[in-house]
């Protein structure tokens, strides 16, 4: 009879569980680091250029020369760690990456300038 009196034991979630077995310091822990994560998360994806403004669109849109010319001078010595070059092909403007990661370089240019006027292959 003893037994039918006491009440069932509830049962821990497993949230609940995890936060009694690290206790408070893993707790502490545990949300210092997430707001580190979020911190980075925030504030990744450095300029590539620093300090560098891009020509208006209305300025080399209809002159892929000029864009050409632009990248050449103003934008790929800036760039260093790649080797590129840039031409006019049709309608667009084609940079080969010659050198360095590819992925890295194109993400850099297409910070500053549109991908419908810009082809990329590797070099």
């Not at 006491?6 to 569980?17: D, I, N, V, W, Y």
């Not at 632009?70 to 800036?78: D, E, G, I, K, R």
Request: hydrophobic share 40%; glycine share 6%; proline share 6%.
């Amino acid at each position: 009879m003893n037994q039918e009196n006491r009440p069932a034991e509830e049962k821990l979630t497993a949230g609940q569980s995890f936060v009694k077995n690290i206790g408070k310091a893993g707790c502490a822990l545990f949300l210092l680091l997430a707001v580190l994560v979020t911190a980075v998360c925030l504030t990744a994806g450095r300029d590539p250029i620093p300090g560098y403004t891009p020509p208006e669109r209305a300025s080399y849109e209809n002159d892929l020369s000029q864009l050409a010319d632009v990248l050449q001078t103003q934008v790929f010595p800036a760039l260093t760690q790649y080797r590129l070059s840039a031409q006019v092909t049709g309608d667009t403007v084609t940079v080969t990456v010659e050198e360095g990661n590819f992925a890295a370089a194109r993400s850099a240019i297409l910070r500053y300038f549109p991908e419908d006027l810009i082809t990329f292959e590797r070099g």
